[in-house]
């Protein structure tokens, strides 16, 4: 768990894109952001107050999140100027920085000194157990993808943030660096050990209310051949009750894999639905969420019925329509 | 690459069962088993001369393995005493204990003042590429089961020396300690990170000889769901051209899950070779390994008959009736 709230850490990003760690904690969870502090020359702007690190530390954050990626992957010595200085103030400070915190000796010596802690959420920090696939009590939906970066996290965090808004008990399950940073905790599941990724996923789903939903962040593809089995392994671990099948339809090849095409959805429906239903017979596919982003609002609209025509299943583009019709189908089973 | 050959070290084993990795290094690989070594008490004896280290290293030894498992996780006061004389006459010493060589430090210590190794083989060593899907020269086979230790390494290790025997080029690729300290390399594949599953598998499977084949051991199953992320990975990373369906037809259960019950032949054709196809369009099934140690040989035979005549497949057991027919199955594609 990190402690929140947080100051978030803008550094020296060069755009807004390279913030996007920050972003999606000011987007979904602004209740943890209290502020910002940037360097000199920072090209990102979250609009929210700019805060020096006494102002925000008076203003009761706990922890310095980095929200930024670095660049080179290294951590420059104008960063670590502000890390150690937030350190002595009493800060805890959280990382999704490929190159660790606790690799830098100054910033372990300055946490030692002052009693903070450093988290480096890249990396699993409890002893997972081997999955058992007990059935467990509540119930879990996963987001699965046609590819990797189709809007899969951002899926479950919509339908988390509707499900919170009409009252459901929900709680949505972060499986990867972003989604911990902006919750506060999770698995890194592509780091984990092989034997242990759907243990891992059995303990960050535990039993729950019967009325109570998981939203789980999918990880990858089963038609991805470099992290298909991260993907089997949160089928497996998280015996989800329901499936909703995501999807960016501009895709002309797998990501990062020039000589591979996208599955069709019914592919992905098939098998995805299959393999789940070895850990959940009543699973179920509820709906198809669609990343339109690449396609004008009359593109994605036509785009989105004839999808739905096609699948018989409730097809939306979350960001751009909301996440309520896919509510609607979870709440419907 | 451990070095050879090996002097096998029984230690204190209670029974023949306990000197599992022994035996498949006598069965499999006599070249490299020199003799074997025991401690008072021994219930174990693999039939090879019973050597001091003195006599093994004189006759060419060059590593001690561990073949036996140890009681309580311990690695007792009796062991330490043979494994450090063995460090200080110059041996390696190789192990796939789940404790590791490397956390005693008086083993460490032997081992830097003499100079010697050693191999914990369940840890990778090495670091990993992201698997890149990039379509390799040369063939691969995998087994693939309906369940975990149902014979997979067994019929790849069957297979590859049929192979040698008829004079094809063929390498038996150990994906678990068992097969790393029987042929001395491999992948530890259980042991590796979550993000380099397929990797591990393209580097264990690399660019080969138009007819070479490589034969991968198998590991989990699809239908397993605290390990298919593994058997996931091997079949995306492998990407075999040819894939042997392994089962035992006594099982009742999933090994390890009392709640779950063994896929049929068909459901684990159908989901692999699909899964396979996504890698490897041109991928086949071959043939049906069954492991009938627990059937008599009539019903053996009445068995394996039914199923070839069920699947259409060449279905042999390689420990009853050898591997020659899944070689000529191979073979022919």
Partial sequence: ??????????????????AKVAIGIRDWRPENALGQIR?????ADLGLTDMTLAEAKAAGAKTLVIGVANRGGVISQAWKKVLIEALEMGYDIASGLHN???????LVAAAQTHGGTLHDVRVPTVGYPIANGVKRTGKRCLAVGTDCSVGKMYTAMAMDAEMQKRGMKSTF?????????????????????????????????PDNDEDHWDLIEGQGSLFHVSYSGVTMAL???GQPDALILCHEPTRTHMRGLPGYSLPSLEDLRDTALAMARVANP??????????TQHLNEEDAKAYL?????????????????GAGRLVDALAAI
């Fill in 1 to 18: 768990m990190i402690e929140t709230p947080y100051l978030l850490f803008l550094g020296d990003a060069p755009d807004q894109l390279a």
């Fill in 39 to 43: 360097l000199p020359g920072c090209g």
């Fill in 100 to 106: 660790l915190l606790r690799d830098e000796g100054d």
């Fill in 173 to 205: 399950r972060a499986t990867g660096q972003t989604g911990i940073l902006i919750t506060g905790h999770g698995v890194p599941l592509d780091a984990v050990i092989a034997d242990f990724m759907a243990g891992s996923i059995e303990y960050l789903t």
């Fill in 235 to 237: 089928i497996h671990g």
């Fill in 282 to 291: 009543a699973c179920q596919v509820v709906g198809i969420s669609v990343n």
């Fill in 305 to 321: 019925a004839k999808v739905e025509a096609q699948m018989g299943l409730p097809t939306v583009d979350p960001y751009r329509h």
